[in-house]
């Protein structure tokens, strides 16, 4: 992987988190990626704050809100659609095609909560963001992938 790209951060507040994800949001702006970003962490523990950083880069002025029961929110501010989804209540790697996944990534730039959920559907070039509770309000937040050089 290309170092140069890793993010390894302790935050110690929401704005801290959230500027995280403008860092990632610079970086797949800056580099023109369209990646597929699989989201980690317990109940809580900001990725939903990590992708409103996301979207101020990629799709600016969007509301974002955690898509726990519309399943995936659309963003359509940037020149690429942003895609979040919250696969918190997905039991079975087949119910992903009951709305359209592989459109939607095939589409534009997806960010997935609960990525753990996706099993063998997690596309191998997945931008893996693990985001662990510390003491209080602080986070640490690992980003791997984004501008990984490729094997032909």
Same mark, same amino acid.
């Given at each position: 992987?290309?170092?140069?790209?890793?993010?390894?951060?302790?935050?110690?507040?929401?704005?801290?988190?959230? *500027?995280?994800?403008?860092?990632?949001?610079?970086?797949?702006?800056?580099?023109?990626?369209?990646?597929?970003? /699989?989201?980690?962490?317990?109940?809580?523990?900001?990725?939903?704050?990590?992708?409103?950083?996301? *979207? *101020?880069?990629?799709?600016?002025?969007?509301?974002?809100?955690?898509?726990?029961?519309?399943?995936?929110?659309?963003?359509?501010?940037?020149?690429?659609?942003?895609?979040?989804?919250?696969?918190?209540?997905? /039991?079975?790697?087949?119910?992903?095609?009951?709305?359209?996944?592989?459109?939607?990534?095939?589409?534009?730039?997806? *960010?997935?909560?609960?990525?753990?959920?996706?099993?063998?559907?997690?596309?191998?070039? /997945?931008?893996?963001?693990?985001?662990?509770?510390?003491?209080?309000?602080?986070?640490?937040?690992?980003?791997?992938?984004?501008?990984?050089?490729?094997?032909?």
């Amino acid at each position: 992987m290309n170092e140069q790209y890793a993010i390894d951060i302790i935050t110690r507040n929401a704005e801290e988190t959230e *500027a995280a994800g403008r860092r990632l949001g610079e970086i797949i702006r800056d580099t023109g990626a369209r990646p597929f970003i /699989a989201l980690y962490g317990d109940l809580g523990a900001g990725k939903t704050v990590f992708v409103r950083g996301l *979207a *101020a880069i990629l799709s600016p002025g969007s509301r974002v809100k955690s898509p726990t029961y519309t399943l995936v929110n659309e963003y359509r501010r940037g020149p690429v659609p942003l895609f979040h989804f919250d696969l918190y209540r997905i /039991a079975e790697e087949d119910e992903l095609d009951g709305f359209g996944f592989e459109d939607y990534v095939a589409g534009g730039i997806c *960010a997935a909560e609960w990525s753990e959920r996706l099993g063998d559907s997690l596309p191998p070039d /997945a931008v893996e963001v693990r985001i662990e509770k510390l003491e209080g309000d602080e986070r640490r937040i690992a980003v791997r992938g984004i501008g990984e050089e490729k094997e032909a």
